[in-house]
């Protein structure tokens, strides 16, 4: 059984389709790319899978649970998570309190503990932070835990939004354009931080990327969208060669 | 120097549980012995239901981001369901030990319908949330007046002066504390990780429903409670005196004070508050003179006084001293490339 399926799934913004009859198996520990032009429905898609859209028809299901018509909440409980293609941290919080955020879920205490702090609020505060800490330390951001997060440099807040994103305890990562804004030295960098995330954590990685040297050099699949439609799919050879995807990027064959 | 944690929150406590209940008993001998007169006893006592409503209207607007109008009607909500409980519903000869109990009745309608205001919110925000807050607060103002049962515009009275200054200052430790608290959990987290990126808040698992629910109930008891209070001390009460004007009232003292911030929020409540009353004086002026002020300060320090910034004392010394958070462990320690 897959870990994650999505079947004939659409959508539609009015009368433009976003994502036109899209099908996916994801096994688990895979690490697919994503990848066609600007506006070919990459991000919608993820907004799909995560409960930011609904999906107007098709069903997406991890461990044979529908995810559609799930809220956002539900479903990174159930263990989706994302990053964003432009940086979303919250910004005027510290560090350490953007990993606690996202440990939103695991924290075992109700509104009347909240309250009053008492009944076992501490010891259960004090697990939060120290998890959110250690989580911190291997990314090497403890030493900014009470920095604000929009102080950060560029390279290390995409690195705590992996972070922040691995604090909900996903099984499926979704990276939106991780790469976006590096250069090639960070980018060598940051698959071998993807690579590492992935053994580390036993996760099944998705991700959308433009840049080639990243999509070529980690993703075992890949699957191509032009305009919401997908036209092709397979390992990263194959696809360099498709003349489905060569015409999708670099427009027709014109006889001269 | 490693400082220990343990030792620095129970040096804390102890200093903290001494001011409270030094200050408890200050207000119980002021109203004992007649320490101050009767007209600075009535001014800190509107200090106190003033910090009240702007620690709570501050919950929403300042720690969420949202921008609710209409805070003065949950006031009147708590108003009009205390003083009716203490004038009709309870043995009159008794209504002193009935008053706290009357007070968080009129807390808990308040509650009630900050529930139902906290629904719209789940769907829209900003420009859209206010507009709803503001209907909200014309409503309670125009159903009240047509209630001839709770004397309609005339208004209602025939409370005993049963608000007292140890009372408000009980109901104004309380309202802090329990705010501050919800503030410093994972509720809190929720609120602030709402007003900074909703959409990435609910992906990260936050159920951002039930945070501002929470947080709308919470803010709305305490509004109702500041109601009561306020009810019990003018022991008249009137459609007019819960009005958007009122609203605007709290609104000032939060953005005065200081955005996100309860030692704001005390500072923006009890400096309003005062200043109106020493340029008492002045008659007309001083409201001309109090909006110069306003759009002075608007300019030098837009987020307010304290805005998002806090007095330590307030702040858990889990949250505030990043040295008392345990160092990650050695084993996972830089394990990422």
């Known amino acids: ?256 | 120097m490693k400082l220990n944690v343990r030792d620095l929150l129970v040096e804390r406590r102890v200093w903290l549980t001494a001011l409270l209940l030094a200050g408890f008993v200050a207000c119980v001998a002021v109203q004992a012995f007649g320490l101050c007169n009767l007209y600075v006893q009535l001014i800190l006592m509107y200090v106190g239901i003033n910090i009240i409503l702007t620690v709570s209207l501050n919950l929403i607007n300042g720690y969420m981001g949202e921008f609710s109008v209409g805070h003065a009607g949950f006031m009147a909500i708590g108003a009009y369901v205390s003083a009716l409980l203490t004038v009709r519903g309870f043995p009159a000869a008794h209504s002193a030990w009935f008053f706290p109990v009357a007070v968080i009745a009129g807390g808990l309608g308040a509650a009630l319908v900050g529930m139902l205001v906290a629904i719209p919110s789940f769907r829209t925000r900003g420009d859209y949330l206010a507009i709803v807050t503001l209907a909200f607060n014309m409503i309670v103002k125009s159903v009240i007046e047509n209630v001839e049962a709770v004397g309609g515009p005339r208004g209602f009275m025939g409370m005993e002066k049963l608000t007292t200054l140890p009372w408000v200052y009980v109901w104004t430790v309380l309202s802090v504390w329990i705010i501050r608290n919800f503030i410093y959990s994972r509720y809190g987290r929720g609120v602030l990780a709402i007003r900074e990126d909703e959409t990435a808040a609910e992906l990260m698992g936050v159920d951002t429903r039930q945070v501002k629910l929470l947080a709308f109930v919470i803010s709305s008891f305490f509004a109702g409670v500041a109601g009561g209070l306020f009810a019990h001390l003018l022991q008249f009460i009137n459609p007019r005196s819960f009005d958007l004007l009122k609203s605007t009232d709290i609104l000032i003292m939060v953005y005065l004070g200081g955005v996100g911030s309860i030692a704001g929020s005390i500072l923006g409540a009890t400096s309003y508050t005062v200043l109106l009353e020493v340029l008492r004086p002045m008659g007309v002026w001083r409201m001309a003179l109090m909006p110069l002020v306003l759009v002075v300060l608007m300019i030098f320090r837009p987020r307010g006084i304290m805005g998002l910034r806090e007095f330590r004392w307030f702040v858990p010394v889990r949250d505030f001293f990043s040295g008392a958070l345990p160092a990650p462990k050695k084993e996972v320690a830089d394990a990422a490339p």
């Open chain 1, 1 to 256: 059984m897959p870990l994650l399926e999505a079947e004939h799934v659409t959508h539609r913004f009015g009368g433009l389709t976003a994502v036109a009859d899209f099908n996916l198996r994801l096994e688990s520990g895979e690490l697919i790319g994503i990848i066609g032009p600007n506006g070919a429905g990459k991000t919608t898609l993820f907004n799909l899978i995560t409960g930011v859209y609904r999906a107007s028809e098709g069903s997406i299901r991890l461990n044979d649970r529908e995810l559609v018509g799930r809220p956002p909440n539900r479903i990174a409980a159930l263990g989706v998570s994302r990053t964003f293609q432009n940086i979303r941290l919250f910004k005027e919080l510290t560090v350490l309190d953007n990993v606690r955020v996202a440990r939103y879920g695991a924290v075992r205490y109700g509104p009347l503990q909240a309250l009053t702090h008492a009944g076992g609020f501490s010891t259960e505060e004090d697990r939060i932070a120290r998890d959110s800490l250690d989580l911190l330390g291997m990314f090497k951001l403890a030493d900014y835990a009470a920095e604000r997060a929009a102080n950060l440099p560029y390279g290390l807040q995409r690195r705590l939004e992996i972070a922040r994103a691995l604090a909900t305890n996903p099984k499926i990562l979704l990276l939106d354009e991780p790469a976006a804004g590096m250069n090639h030295q960070e980018i060598e960098g940051l698959i071998e931080l993807i690579l590492w995330a992935r053994d580390v954590f036993k996760l099944t990685i998705a991700l959308i990327e433009h840049q080639m040297q990243l999509v070529m050099g980690i993703c075992e699949r890949i699957v191509v969208l032009d305009f919401g439609v997908t036209i092709a799919a397979g390992r990263p050879k194959e696809i360099q060669n498709d003349p489905k995807v060569l015409e999708a990027y670099l427009g027709e064959k014109v006889e001269v």
